[in-house]
């Protein structure tokens, strides 16, 4: 072969080779950026419509639903999502993963515009924008301090959070509990009856007096004079003296009608930090949220050095701490991974050093492993990679693979130095005689994860840089097995002195075992059907341990950090929510294992005054005694012993693309909302009657209070009254308007109108408000609108332009997501008619496609594999022989999986495949140099016996290194070790098993298959 002559005749040209390679590796780490996940640009648009003062109904028939029918004929949709609430339309559209979101976001545009003449006039033009599920804040900033909380929430947002938002990466930045400075016009309807004033009268003085206009310029010779109008109230007192309009000569203030105030925007969000035990302070939050494209530990660095550096100039008596930290798991996770790789190459090292009692051999071994990572980095850095935890992952798990060549190269070459050959000849026969099976093995490892490289959906896109990695990492060590390994050894290798005691006694010991090996074969290859009979039985066995193994998408995390979820009933007040969220922040400061956590009550401003979130932080695993599911454990019963409220934890653990929620979540979809109501009732009853569901939810939100106003068109229009008088006046008077702009210190407030408190508490203060008709005429409200209280719906949702519910659930640590999976479609038969049906959505649809990729993975694998070794073998029958120890490696990775309470999920699945590619290589040895001793002509029993002895040092060798190398993740505490550990058990006990049975099961199948041709080709002749 060319490849090892040339290493071997030019030493120095082959040095600067793999020189190049380490000096590109090296520069292409050092510019690689850690993120916890591949990058991937998920293909969703939003569009956001408005339209004020409709209601659920009439915003889902007249907005929704028409924009649904023209975006629904954009092709490439996987999911039509849409919510109707109070005055908005929001539809998300989610494309097929392949599609490109700058088209899809085009076509979304278009079909929008063809929909505007379907929509009301009186709408605001639709928004519609590229939407991240993942593009939650991956820090959140905790402002307190014993200022008050409009002192605290200007300096934040006029202060602080300029800082952050023009670093690099930084997206937008939410405010959780601002409570900003607001001028506050409150008005007093009686005085305003008694005085024959309006709101609109309030709203046009304000806007016609407290304004500042631009007048031009007056030149003067060599001067230039701009003239400003001074038209603004420089004080929120002055507001009093705003003159309304004159009656009689004499002017109406606003004082004579109301009066302003220097007060704080309405109390609609609620927002605490606790630091440290006992010191729960009013805060506001700073939720950091990254460019799609930006690198979360990158951004999250930024942040942190921005807040080292002003720490010392925060206005004394405000604190800024780092309340939630994304990034610091990540980072952590990294180490972790890396820090595995370290163990695995000196465990390796090991491993090499007792077979082969050589140091420098040893030496030459270890040598791969960072040559090999070194071509990986380089490959990583021009393909776009990110060092994170897939990439590292394969990268961790390969530390014992791509010793493999390089084991099975030096064996070979060492046994020729030890028949008498010099080193330059040892190493060149010794690299040509396992050349072919050294390739083979490796060009049959990338056929493996061609296909995990290459799945379609969210999780081909998550291990499409795994795949590639290990795959890329398998090739560098083969190419360094026949270029590397034969130069160093043609010029350094030496053998030891066979004196030593230690030699001699391993020596002995190999000896024997090879002795022992073949003696066991002689008796296998009598007994064949005897054999074949146990294989079978043993991959029976495997199917029914694969049967009752729990499935699910991936196994729960110890983050050290999780978020609570906390639900008032629908109408609930904000001061209420805030006393159920005060009741879990004193269950939650009484824990040791809590470092800190913020809560807030409507967070992001849409979520309601019913709902509150709570993101918390633990302190390090390795510092406490309790797991993190132990934690969320006991919160769950101390929440539910809370009445008036429903409070559950959700863990942060891998997302896939979707939202951070809840892993069991479904919908039911049908056209009857009532008939909807009535099925989803009837789902949570069964569900909870199910064990190991838990926190069950709902996004069906009814009988919310709610006050009509119905006008009665004929007396409006007697009295010469419309309906958008009404309207504003009643969003003015009842729920507050801004209307203008108040400058202070070159700061900008909201100067807001509404009726002073006392006089807006019950739906009868309606009644008596004011309107001015279209001949200047006041007109009592009560005369033309019929006020009704009733309930209503908060929201309508829809699924692919049908009415749905969502129901949502946590699962106990023992309750596997396939289980409960199952459990609902059994439920969805018994009780859902025709015309109803449900969606997995969430982690529930990915766990579903996942596994579906996988299964096919898994086959095609099989497929190229085959292909690969039928062409390097040039026979149809051998390539059965060596994929034979793949279903044998099935016991071991499925029975150990089943006796460390582990489950199948896509790491543990990722590890079964890894496993097909390393055990093909112990066959392909043990095949293809039966041929090489058959075609010196050995007859078939001859050369089994006499292969299968000579390949078990390799194979040993190349089985326990990897071993090794992968028990560093095995036995991983780390963060993220809940996910590592199953790949690595899974490929543990498969290899272990595999090595048992393959040493046996493949010579004999390898003799059956033989005798079988032979038949064959008796019969033909015949």
């Not at 407030?749 to 009644?767: A, E, F, S």
Request: hydrophobic residues 45%.
């Amino acid at each position: 072969m060319f490849l090892p002559e040339i290493s071997v005749k030019k030493p120095i040209f082959a040095t600067m080779i793999f020189a190049a390679i380490v000096v590109f590796g090296l520069i292409g780490y050092n510019r690689l950026v850690v993120d916890e996940y591949p990058h991937v640009d998920f293909p969703y648009v939003s569009v956001t419509t408005t339209l004020s003062g409709a209601s659920p109904e009439v915003i889902e028939a007249d907005v929704t639903d028409p924009l649904e029918e023209e975006i629904n004929t954009i092709p490439g949709i996987k999911n039509l999502r849409s919510s109707s609430a109070d005055g908005v339309s929001q539809i998300v559209v989610e494309f097929e993963l392949e599609r490109d979101i700058d088209i899809a976001a085009q076509d979304v545009r278009d079909k929008v515009a063809v929909a505007r003449y379907k929509l009301p006039d009186d709408i605001e033009p639709p928004i519609v924008d590229k939407e991240d599920p993942q593009a939650q804040p991956i820090m959140w900033l905790a402002v307190s301090g014993d200022k008050s909380l409009r002192e605290i929430s200007d300096y934040a947002h006029y202060d602080l959070k300029p800082k952050f938002e023009i670093l690099e990466g930084v997206g937008s930045i939410l405010e959780g509990g601002k409570r900003q400075r607001a001028v506050r016009i409150w008005l007093d309807t009686k005085k305003m009856e008694a005085f024959q004033i309006t709101a609109q009268d309030v709203i046009r003085a304000l806007r016609r007096e407290h304004k500042e206009l631009p007048a031009g310029r007056i030149e003067s010779g060599a001067i230039e004079f701009s003239v400003k109008t001074e038209g603004e109230f420089d004080t929120p007192e002055m507001f009093n003296d705003l003159i309304i309009e004159y009656r009689k000569g004499s002017p109406i203030r606003l004082s004579d009608v109301g009066y302003a105030e220097d007060g704080m925007e309405d109390r609609r969000f609620v927002a605490r930090y606790r630091s440290s035990p006992g010191v729960i302070e009013p805060a506001l939050g700073l939720g950091i949220k990254r460019q799609s494209d930006a690198n979360t530990v990158a951004v999250a660095d930024r942040v942190k050095a921005v807040c080292h550096r002003i720490g010392g100039l925060i206005r004394k008596g405000i604190t800024l701490d780092v309340a939630s930290d994304h990034s610091t798991f990540i980072v952590e996770s990294i180490k972790e991974v890396q820090f595995s790789i370290a163990i695995g190459i000196l465990l390796v090292g090991m491993v090499v050093f007792l077979f082969l009692r050589n140091i420098r051999g040893t030496v030459f071994i270890c040598l791969t492993i960072p040559t090999a990572y070194c071509g990986v980095f380089a490959v990583m850095y021009f393909l776009g990679f990110s060092l994170n935890n897939m990439t590292m992952l394969a990268l961790a798990l390969a530390v014992g693979s791509v010793t493999d060549d390089s084991i099975v190269v030096l064996e070979n070459i060492y046994r020729y130095r030890e028949s008498g050959l010099t080193q330059f000849e040892s190493a060149r026969q010794g690299t040509n005689e396992i050349a072919f099976a050294t390739i083979a093995s490796t060009l049959a490892l990338v056929a493996v994860f061609v296909p995990v490289a290459f799945m379609k959906g969210i999780i081909g896109k998550f291990f499409y840089e795994f795949g590639i990695s290990v795959a890329t990492a398998n090739l560098f060590s083969t190419f360094m097995a026949i270029t590397l390994i034969p130069m160093l050894c043609s010029r350094w290798l030496k053998l030891p002195s066979k004196e030593h005691p230690v030699y001699n006694f391993l020596e002995k010991l190999f000896l024997r075992l090879e002795h022992s090996y073949r003696y066991i074969l002689r008796i296998a290859l009598n007994h064949r059907l005897m054999v074949v009979l146990i294989a079978v039985g043993s991959f029976a066995v495997a199917m029914f341990v694969w049967r009752i193994l729990g499935k699910e998408l991936v196994p729960p995390e110890d983050r050290s950090q999780f978020m609570v979820a906390i639900k008032t009933p629908v109408g609930s007040s904000i001061n209420y929510t805030d006393s159920m969220l005060q009741k879990c922040e004193n269950i939650m400061d009484g824990l040791p294992e809590i470092r800190s956590f913020f809560g807030a009550v409507g967070l992001g401003g849409a979520v309601g005054t019913n709902k509150g979130i709570m993101f918390t932080h633990m302190i390090p695993k390795n510092e406490r005694e309790k797991t993190q599911q132990d934690i969320m454990s006991y919160l769950r019963y101390m929440f539910s012993q809370v009445p008036g409220m429903f409070a559950f934890p959700i863990e942060l653990s891998m997302t896939f693309g979707e939202r951070r929620g809840q892993p069991l979540e479904f919908s039911i979809e049908g056209p009857d909302l009532n008939e909807l109501v009535r099925l989803t009732r009837e789902f949570i009853s069964r569900m909870r009657e199910l064990p190991g569901i838990v926190d069950i939810d709902t996004d069906l939100e009814l009988g919310k209070p709610e006050v009509r106003t119905v006008i009665n068109r004929n007396k409006a229009a007697d009295l010469g009254v419309d309906a958008t008088l009404i309207g504003e006046t009643l969003q003015a008077l009842v729920g507050g308007l801004d209307v203008t702009k108040y400058k202070s210190e070159g700061k900008r407030y909201d100067v807001t109108v509404r009726l002073i408190g006392k006089q807006r508490d019950t739906p009868i203060d309606i009644r008596p408000l004011l309107i001015r008709n279209k001949e200047g005429n006041l007109v009592a409200l009560d005369d033309v609108v019929s006020v009704y209280e009733g309930m209503g719906l908060n929201v309508i949702n829809r699924l692919n332009r049908q009415r749905s519910v969502t129901i949502t659930a946590n699962l106990e640590s023992n309750k596997p997501l396939g289980t409960a999976v199952q459990e609902i479609n059994a439920i969805a038969k018994q009780i859902l008619p025709q015309g109803y049906l449900i969606s997995l959505s969430g982690k529930a649809e990915t766990f579903k496609e996942s596994f579906d990729s996988l299964y096919f993975a898994f086959i095609l694998a099989l497929i190229f594999t085959y292909i690969i070794l039928a062409s390097l073998f040039e026979n149809f029958i051998h390539p059965f022989t060596v994929l034979l120890s793949i279903p044998l490696s099935m016991i071991g990775a499925l029975g150990i999986l089943l006796l460390t309470g582990n489950t199948i999920n896509i790491f543990s699945m990722i590890g079964i495949i890894l496993l097909m590619s390393i055990v093909t290589k112990n066959s392909i040895l043990l095949v293809d140099y039966t041929n090489t001793l058959r075609g010196q002509g050995y007859a078939r029993n001859d050369a089994v016996l006499q292969a299968s002895p000579v390949r078990l040092r390799p194979i040993l060798m190349t089985a326990f290194s990897t071993i090794f190398g992968i028990f560093p993740i095995v036995f991983g505490i780390g963060p993220g070790s809940e996910t590592r550990n199953p790949m690595a058990i899974a490929t543990v006990g498969g290899i272990f098993s595999s090595l048992l049975l393959t040493l046996i099961v493949v010579p004999v199948v390898y003799t059956l298959l033989d005798d079988l041709v032979l038949k064959f080709t008796k019969k033909e002749a015949g």
